[in-house]
C-alpha cells in the first residue's frame, strides 16, 4: 500500500478523482483512563497530516447524547433512554445487569456502523478509529463479527490496547476524569468515588488483548505505561505500519520545542523565492536577537521547572517514574534524570539563510545540525524570481499553483509542492516525538507551515493558506492532554520578541 | 542522537574529523536455530547501508578457533583448548560441567572484549553486534556488568531475543544446522541427533528476555515467529529505533524484486546528466522489450510456484505457516493466501525516462505508482552538462566531485550527494522488505547503484564506484538465508534480456 501514501502524497494522484484511499479501522482497547483519547486524538492529528483522512468515532459521546445529556450544538439522536445523570453514573457500567449491557452494547454498535458507514461510503476517508474500553472478549468478538459482515471495502483493521501500572500516572489520569463530561460540576470526592466504581466494574470483566485475538489472527498493539512496553502481533499493513511506527516514539517528558524562521536574505528582500541567499544585515540583527532570546527562554524554563519541582512532588515522581527519563540507562551517564540538565539541540537545514541564523549559538551549549529534510520548498524552475515575475512570465504556471497551492508541484528539476514537503518531513516528526531534548528547528516559511499545521492539527486548505508574519517564531511543549502553544513576534528597534497573546485565534484555524 | 543520523548524512560532517558516531551494543538472545545469525547479517547490512559502521562478533566462531577447528586463512588465537571435534559437539555444551561453563563463558567475555575494544576504540564505529545464545539469565548479567565497567562512550544497549513456536520453521533451521561449520560433512542422522541435544542442554537453562531485564531496566526487543509477534521494552535511543523500525518490517514471502534504470532519454544520448528529459526511439524500442521480459519472468514465476508447490508440501506449509500470507485478514479477501496471485507493483520516479518506461505495462495487471523519492540524483546547477562540460567549465567541482563522490553534494539549489540519496531511499527499503508483493522499481543509475549497495551489502566506496552497464537490469529474490541475485543485460537487436551468469563477481565486490 505504500503506492497509495506515496500516491496520495504525489499530486498526479491527489488530484486523480479515481484515487481510493487506504482503509483502516482501529478498535481501541483498555479500562478506564487508561490515556486512550490522548492516543487516539494524537493519532488521528498525525495520519490526518499524512493527508489519510483520519476520524474518531467516540462511543462514550453517543452514551451521553443517547441518555440526553445536553450538550450545546448537539441534538439527542434517539429518544431518551435513562435520565441524566444516570447513563454517567457508576451503576450505569454494572455488568450484572443485563439491560444496561444490552444497551451499552448497542450504543457500541451504533458507533461502529456510523464508522463504517463513513469509511466505506466516501473513497477519501482512509482511518476510522473507535474510541471506546471494547475491554470485555465477547464486545471485541462482536465488533469484529460485525466488521466482517460489513467490512467494504475495508483493508486493514488494528486492536489498540493502552495499558497502565504506573500507579502515580493512573491516579494523576483519574483526576484529569474529574474535569471530563462525565464529571464536570461534580463534587470532587463524590465524583472520584463513583468513578472508581465505574472502574471497578469494568476490571470484573476485563480481559487484556492476546491469546484469543492471535487464535484469531487479530493484528493488535499493545502499550504499557505509555510506552515502556509495547507489544505487536501480526503488523503488516502499511498504515498499521505507520501507526506502529509512530506510538513507538510518543514520550511524556517535558521541553521546549521552537520553529522558526530564517532572517531575512537578500533574495527575501526583494521578494525573491526559493533560492540559496546569504543574510541582509537585519537578517544578521535578527539572528544575534534570537540566540539572546532563546537563552533567556531556556534559563527561564529551566528555573520554572526547578520551583515547580519543589511545590510539586508529585509531579517530580511522574517526570521520574517516566520511561523518558530512563534513556541511557548504561553507559555515558548524561544526568538526563534531571530535567534541568535536557540537551539542546538546532536543527537548521543546509541552506545559507538558516545555518547564518544559527551561526551565534555557541557550540558548547547548543548541539548543532544540518538537515537537508528542512530545507525550503524546492520552487524548481521559479527559483530567483518573485511571484509577480511568475505571474507574468508564467501565468499558466502561477493560475495552477494558485489553484492547487497543496498540490502544485513547481515546474523543473526538483520542484515540489506541499505535500512533498509533508513526505519528507515525516522523518523529522518523529524524531521530534522521539527526543526528550529542547529543540529549535530554523528553516523556511513553508516548511513552517507543514510543521504548525502538524502541531496545530490543521486541515489540508488550512496549511497552504496559513499566514506566517515575518519574523515571527513559534513554541510548541508538549503538556498532558496536548500542545502548549505561542507565537512570539519580533521587534527590530529593540531587537527583542514578544508573546502574541491573541496567536491561538489566528492559528487554530479549524 | 538524530543530529548523528542527519549528520553522518550529510557531506559537511561525514567529512568532519570530529565526527563521533554513535554507538549501539546488540546482544542477541536465543536458543539454537531460531534465525539469529541470519537477523544479524540483515541487520548489519542495514546498518552499514545507512552508513553507520557495523560489525558482527561471532561467539560460536570463536569456540571453533579456541578450539583448533582449522578454518582457512585463520589463526588460533590461543592454546588447545579441547580436540576436535568435541568444542562442536553435544556434550560441550552440557550445562552441568562447570569447567565447560566456565569455559564457554571466557570465550563469550572475549569476544564481548574484542567488540567493546572495536566500538569505544574508533570514531567511526558505530553498532557492535554479539552474535551469540545468551540464554541464561547469568551469562546476560555476566555481560551487562561487564558493559557496566566499561562501557566508555557507548550510549545504548540492546537485547535482541528470536523466539519461534513454529515447529515447521524451527525444523527446517535444524536441518539448515547440518550444512553449518560444526556438522558440516558428518553423517546427518548422527549430526542432527547431536544437535538436538545440544538444544536439549540449552534449553535446561533458558530464560526469555522479561522480568529480569525489565527490572533493570535493560531495553529490549522481542521477535517471535519471524515477525509474527514482537515484543519491545524501553526503546528509546535512536539507533535502537532505527533497529525495530526495521525489524518490524521483515517477512520472508517468496517473491521478485526488479531494479531497472529508465530507457536511454534524449539527454543520456548525448552524455548530459540530472535533466528531466524524454526516452529516444532506442529508449522507446527499450521499454517495449522490458514490458515483454517482466510479463514472462513473471509467469515463469508463478508456474515455478505452482511444480514447486506439487513437489515439495513442506514449502506450502512454511509458505502458509509464514504470517506474511496473512494479510488482510478481514475485509477484502485478495486471495493472498496464494502466492501465484500476488499482486505485482510498479514504482517509478517522477521523471519522464521513467514514467515511459512504465508506460507499455497495462494498469489491469500491475500497480502503478510514482514516487519523488526514486529520482535521480540531484545534481543542482550541474544538471544539463556533460561530465566534460564539468571537468572544463567547473574544474573544482569536477574535482572535489572525484574525490569525495559519496559525500560530494553537487553545487546548486537542491542538488544532493550519495549520502543524500541513501537517507531519502531508507523508506523505499523499509517498504519493500514489508511488502509481499512482487515489486518493479523503474529509476535511474544512481539511485540503483544506492539500491544494489543495501541488497548485496556493499561498502561505502564501492557503492559510488559501481559499474552498472547501460540498459542492465537486476533481480534479487529474497531467499531463506540471503537474497538470490541476477543480472540482465539487453541486445537491442533481439530486444530481449539475457541472464548475465558471471555478474556475482562484479558486484559482490567486497
Known amino acids: 500500500m505504500a503506492s497509495s501514501t506515496s500516491s496520495s502524497l504525489s499530486c498526479t494522484k491527489t488530484i486523480d478523482p479515481s484515487y481510493v484511499a487506504p482503509k483502516l479501522l482501529i478498535i481501541m482497547v483498555g479500562l478506564p483512563a487508561r490515556g486512550k483519547s490522548y492516543i487516539v486524538r494524537k493519532l488521528a492529528r498525525y495520519l490526518n497530516w499524512l493527508q489519510y483522512e483520519s476520524r474518531v468515532f467516540n462511543v462514550g459521546e453517543r452514551r451521553r447524547v443517547a441518555a440526553h445529556i445536553e450538550r450545546s450544538g448537539e441534538k439527542p439522536v434517539e429518544k431518551c433512554l435513562y435520565p441524566r445523570p444516570f447513563s454517567s453514573s457508576a451503576a450505569f457500567f454494572d455488568p450484572t445487569n443485563p439491560d444496561l449491557v444490552s444497551v451499552r452494547e448497542r450504543i457500541a454498535l451504533e458507533t461502529l456502523e456510523e464508522l463504517l458507514d463513513w469509511l466505506s461510503g466516501q473513497e477519501s476517508s482512509s482511518v476510522g478509529i473507535l474510541d471506546a474500553t471494547n475491554s470485555t472478549l ?3 468478538q ?4 460485525h466488521i466482517r459482515r460489513k467490512a467494504g471495502t475495508l483493508n486493514e483493521v488494528l486492536l489498540i490496547e493502552s495499558c497502565c501500572f504506573d500507579q502515580e500516572i493512573l491516579e494523576r489520569n483519574f483526576r484529569l476524569k474529574l474535569n471530563g463530561p462525565d464529571y464536570r460540576n461534580q463534587d470532587p470526592d463524590e465524583a472520584l468515588k463513583d468513578f ?40 503488516q499493513g502499511f498504515l498499521s505500519t505507520q501507526v506502529v511506527e509512530y506510538m513507538l516514539n510518543f514520550n511524556l517528558s517535558e521541553r521546549q520545542i521552537w520553529i522558526f524562521c530564517g532572517g531575512e536574505s537578500m533574495d527575501d528582500s526583494v521578494g525573491k523565492i526559493g533560492r540559496r541567499s546569504d543574510l ?13 532570546f532563546i537563552h533567556k527562554e531556556r534559563e527561564r524554563w529551566e528555573q520554572d521547572m526547578q520551583s515547580h519541582r519543589l511545590q510539586n512532588h508529585d509531579s517530580t515522581k511522574l517526570r521520574v517514574s517516566d520511561p523518558a527519563q530512563k534513556e541511557h540507562t548504561l553507559g555515558s551517564q548524561t544526568g538526563k534524570d534531571s530535567p534541568s540538565l535536557l540537551n539542546f539541540c538546532i536543527w537548521t537545514s543546509t541552506m545559507p539563510q538558516a545555518i547564518q541564523t544559527a551561526s551565534g549559538f555557541c557550540e558548547e551549549r ?59 518531513l515525516r522523518p523529522i516528526i518523529l ?30 486548505d488550512d496549511l497552504a493558506e496559513m499566514v506566517i508574519p515575518k519574523n515571527w517564531g513559534f513554541s510548541l511543549e508538549p503538556v498532558s492532554y496536548g500542545i502548549r502553544f505561542g507565537a512570539y513576534s519580533y521587534r527590530p528597534e529593540s531587537g527583542t520578541f514578544h508573546l502574541e497573546p491573541n496567536a491561538q485565534s489566528m492559528f487554530f484555524l479549524s
Open 138 to 140: 465477547k464486545r471485541r
Open 142 to 145: 462482536t465488533l469484529l463479527s
Open 196 to 235: 472508581r466504581q465505574r472502574v471497578v466494574f469494568y476490571e470484573k470483566s476485563y480481559v487484556p488483548l492476546g491469546e484469543a485475538e492471535e487464535q484469531d489472527k487479530i493484528p493488535y498493539l499493545q502499550t504499557i505505561d505509555v510506552g515502556r512496553k509495547t507489544n505487536t502481533h501480526l503488523i
Open 280 to 292: 541582509t544585515e537585519d537578517g544578521q540583527r535578527y539572528a544575534a536577537s534570537l540566540v539572546s
Open 366 to 424: 547548543y548541539v548543532k545540525s544540518q538537515m537537508k529534510t528542512l530545507d525550503d520548498l524546492n520552487a524548481g524552475d521559479m527559483a530567483g524570481l518573485t511571484f509577480e515575475e511568475i505571474a507574468t512570465l508564467q501565468p499558466a504556471v502561477y493560475a495552477a499553483r494558485k489553484q492547487y497551492k497543496l498540490q502544485y508541484r513547481w515546474p523543473g528539476l526538483g520542484g515540489e509542492c506541499y505535500l512533498d514537503v509533508i513526505h519528507r
Open 431 to 460: 524524531e521530534l516525538e522521539r527526543r526528550k531534548d529542547h529543540m529549535l528547528l530554523i528553516t523556511h516559511r513553508a516548511v513552517v507551515r507543514v510543521l504548525l499545521s502538524y502541531f496545530l492539527d490543521l486541515r489540508r
